[in-house]
Nanobody, 122 residues
Framework: QVQLVESGGGSVQAGGSLRLSCVASGFTFSSYWMYWVRQAPGKGLEWVSC????????YYKDSVKGRFTISKDSEKKILYLQMNSLRPEDTAIYYC???????????????RGQGTQVTVSS
């Protein structure tokens, strides 16, 4: 059974930091593109970052470049998102997702977790 379980969300003030984790199981972690996406209140899904071990690639949404870092521990099958210099506009539910393909701005991931809430106050 495939599972993606996020944790690490919370409430912080602007300028603060959080580290999100996503524990994966039930699929070949190293073979999949791993994604972080978010959904702000009243808005649709928004891609944040993604990573592929197979081709050694990491990509970021422009607004998070230099502030967020995606990484993974392949042995433990955990995906991370280190978020620094948080802004109120980063407030959203953050989901991790997995797919064998690079999907760009498409959101039909093969697997997606239940999400963790991040709230940034000004």
């Amino acid at each position: 059974q495939v599972q993606l379980v996020e944790s690490g969300g919370g409430s912080v003030q602007a300028g603060g930091s959080l580290r999100l984790s996503c524990v994966a199981s039930g699929f070949t972690f190293s073979s999949y593109w791993m994604y972080w996406v978010r959904q702000a209140p009243g808005k649709g899904l928004e891609w944040v970052s993604c990573l592929s071990d197979a081709i050694g690639a990491t990509y970021y949404k422009d607004s998070v470049k230099g502030r967020f870092t995606i990484s993974k521990d392949s042995e433990k099958k955990i995906l991370y998102l280190q978020m620094n210099s948080l802004r109120p506009e980063d407030t959203a539910i953050y989901y991790c997702a997995a797919d064998p393909r690079y999907l760009g701005s498409q959101y039909d991931y093969k697997y997606r977790g239940q999400g963790t809430q991040v709230t940034v106050s000004s």
